[in-house]
C-alpha cells in the first residue's frame, strides 16, 4: 500500500503570504497525485491533478509541481478563503485504489 | 449542474447493517467511475470503494474489504454502498464522489463530491 506523508501537519501564515504544502510517496506514484481543499463542514474540492493541472474554476495562485514521491502544493499569495485543511491523493492502477495524505491545516497567523 | 445526494445514514448497532445511497443527476451517470470517500469526525479523509462507470471493476480499502459491497444501478442514475458488520471504528461521514474523467480504464481523482451521510456506530 502507497503512504503519502505530508508536512508541515499545520502551517502559520497571513494573508498575502506564500504557502508551500508538501507530500511525500513511500513510493513513486509518478504524477499521478492530486490537492484537494476542505473547509470545515464542507465537502472537498479538488484543486490540482496529475500533480500540476489546475482543475476548473481553480485560481491561477494554486499550482502543483514534482513527479515520483515528492510533490508540493504552493499558493502563491494567500486569500483569506485560503485558510482551510489541505490533502493529497493518489490513484493507482496496482494496488487499485486511491489514497489520501492526513492532511495540512493551513492556518492564518 | 452536477449533483450528488447521500442518504440512508444513521445510528446501527456494532454488527449491524446499513444501505447507504447516492443520487446522481446533471451529468451522463452511466459514464463515468463512482467511489465512496468518509471522514471520521475530526479526522482526514479515507478511500472506501471504487465503481467502474459500467459496474465491471470494483476496488476496496482492506478496511472494508469484505464486510462493504458498492454497486450502482445506471438505469436510476444511483449509488449504492452495502456496509455489513459495522464497527465502532466505521463510524464517520460517507461522501460519494464523482471521477474527474468520462469512462476512465482505472480509479481515478475526484471533481464533485456528494454533501455527506453521517454514519453512526455504536450500542
Known amino acids: 500500500e502507497i503512504v503519502l506523508t505530508q508536512s508541515p501537519a499545520t502551517l502559520s501564515l497571513s494573508p498575502g503570504e506564500r504557502a508551500t504544502l508538501s507530500c511525500r510517496a513511500s513510493q513513486s506514484v509518478s504524477s499521478y497525485l492530486a490537492w484537494y481543499q476542505q473547509k470545515p463542514g464542507q465537502a472537498p474540492r479538488l484543486l490540482i491533478y496529475?500533480?500540476?493541472n489546475r482543475a476548473t474554476g481553480i485560481p491561477a495562485r494554486f499550482s502543483g509541481s514534482g513527479s515520483g514521491t515528492d510533490f508540493t502544493l504552493t499558493i502563491s499569495s494567500l486569500e483569506p478563503e485560503d485558510f482551510a485543511v489541505y490533502y493529497c491523493q493518489q490513484r493507482s492502477n496496482w494496488p487499485p485504489g486511491n489514497t489520501f495524505g492526513q492532511g495540512t491545516k493551513l492556518e492564518i497567523k | 449542474q452536477v449533483q450528488l445526494v447521500e442518504s440512508g445514514g444513521g445510528v446501527v448497532q456494532p454488527g449491524g447493517s446499513l444501505r447507504l445511497s447516492c443520487a446522481a443527476s446533471?451529468?451522463?451517470?452511466?459514464?463515468?467511475?463512482m467511489h465512496w470517500v468518509r471522514q471520521a469526525p475530526g479526522k482526514g479523509l479515507e478511500w472506501v470503494a471504487f465503481?467502474?462507470?459500467?459496474?465491471?471493476?470494483?476496488y476496496y480499502a482492506d478496511s472494508v474489504k469484505g464486510r462493504f459491497t458498492i454497486s450502482r444501478d445506471n438505469s436510476k442514475n444511483t449509488l449504492y454502498l452495502q456496509m455489513n458488520s459495522l464497527r465502532a471504528e466505521d463510524t464517520a461521514v460517507y461522501y460519494c464522489?464523482?471521477?474527474?474523467?468520462?469512462?476512465?480504464?482505472?480509479?481515478?481523482?475526484?471533481?464533485?463530491w456528494g454533501q455527506g451521510t453521517l454514519v453512526t456506530v455504536s450500542s
Open positions: 446533471g451529468f451522463t451517470f452511466s459514464s463515468y467511475g
Open positions: 496529475d500533480a500540476s
Open positions: 465503481i467502474r462507470y459500467d459496474g465491471s471493476n470494483k
Open positions: 464522489a464523482k471521477d474527474l474523467r468520462l469512462a476512465a480504464a482505472g480509479t481515478d481523482y475526484f471533481d464533485y
